[in-house]
């Protein structure tokens, strides 16, 4: 059984002069122990998404089911107690900013009602968890983006929770602070266990540490799978936009026959195009190329412009898929 499964979850705001349709039908299965990517462009409906998935908005139709339970047939307090279960985190880190560092990682535990004995020895475990024992005394003012952030994962986790909500976690963070709260939440999912959502609009941030990816266009669920295959193998215009766009094929080649290559494992290291360029007697502009690491396996991309001889286009994509590549069209909506 899924952790969390969405059952043709819809979720529509009323304005005074129009409706919204923020959420139609999204059906996707999350299971225990999952990295999972949720993304999306800016107004896709992501963040809507993950607020529905811990109720704090409530849908206006379909379920939302975790462990086994409807949310919406909890109780008030049945739900207060399942939201323990559910930590969130966010993209301003939203500290209290009169409370130092112990203070702020005691705040649900104080509202859960536990002792200030275990209360205490708890903060210091959290506090080694995200590396902030060297810290536990300073206000947040007092700390980087990071070290902010590291202190709302140490909050997230004191309810010891099955799951945790990232919203937009990292994108208030420079590059290499990125990394390194990517790799402490790899670090919590590995050696405790948890369950994270990461909703983003980085492709980086779910080919750097999530196992599976759902992605999200105009409330609708495009595309999901696992990271590995949604990358090397979009079936889908909105999936095919967010991998393009980072692969920077430019809409100056629009009208122009365009070819994505993937390679993987050792065939990234492989000269084929040079092997192609002289096996066929054909020119072949290469637009775009890079290498990446994809759930710890090598993948390659290049986009590649076909000259305008349709016979030696056809020749080209013999050849590639003979070499056993993939090779898809650039549809040139998709930038």
């Known amino acids: ?27 996707l299965q999350i299971e225990q122990g999952d990295i999972y990517g949720i993304i999306g462009m800016s107004g896709a409906g992501k963040s809507t998404l993950v607020r529905c998935i811990n109720f704090l908005e409530r849908p206006t139709s379909g379920s939302v089911v975790i462990d086994g339970k409807d949310l919406a047939a909890l109780s008030p307090k049945e739900l207060r107690q399942l939201r323990q279960q559910v930590a969130m985190i966010f993209q301003h880190f939203n500290l209290l900013q009169q409370r130092d560092v112990r203070g702020n990682i005691a705040f649900a535990m104080e509202i ?27 206000y947040p003012s007092q700390l980087s983006g990071g070290q902010q952030q590291r202190v709302a994962i140490a909050r997230a986790l004191s309810t010891n929770p099955k ?23 790899r670090e919590i999912n590995r050696k405790l266990g948890i369950t994270i959502v990461i909703i983003t609009h980085e492709m980086s941030v ?3 540490i999530c196992t ?14 696992t990271v ?9 215009k909105a999936a095919r936009k967010l991998i393009f766009r980072k692969s920077g094929a430019d809409s100056g080649l629009l009208g122009e026959r365009l070819i994505r290559i993937v390679f993987e494992g050792n065939a990234s290291s492989e000269p084929i195009i040079a092997d192609l360029v002289m096996e066929c007697r054909v020119s072949v502009n290469i637009m775009y190329a890079d290498t990446r690491d994809v759930g710890g396996k090598a993948f390659g991309q290049m986009v590649l412009q076909l000259p305008e001889d349709k016979l030696q286009q056809e020749k080209i994509i013999y050849y590639l898929q003979s070499r056993k590549l993939r090779v898809e069209e650039v549809d040139e909506n998709a930038h």
């Open 163 to 185: 799951i945790i909500l990232c919203d937009e976690a990292t994108s208030a963070l420079d590059p290499t602070t990125t990394t390194s709260i990517l790799n402490l939440l």
């Open 1 to 27: 059984m899924p952790l969390i499964e969405l059952k043709h979850l819809t979720k529509t705001f009323k304005g005074k002069t129009q409706t919204v349709d923020a959420l139609r039908d999204i059906n």
């Open 212 to 225: 599976h990816v759902a992605i999200i266009d105009d409330g609708r669920l495009a595309e999901s799978g």
């Open 206 to 208: 779910v080919e750097s």
């Open 228 to 236: 590995e295959s949604v990358f090397s193998q979009p079936k889908t």
């Open 112 to 138: 859960a009602g536990m002792k200030r004995a275990d209360i205490d020895k708890r903060i210091d475990e959290l506090l080694e968890i995200v590396g902030l024992t060297d810290r536990q005394h300073n």
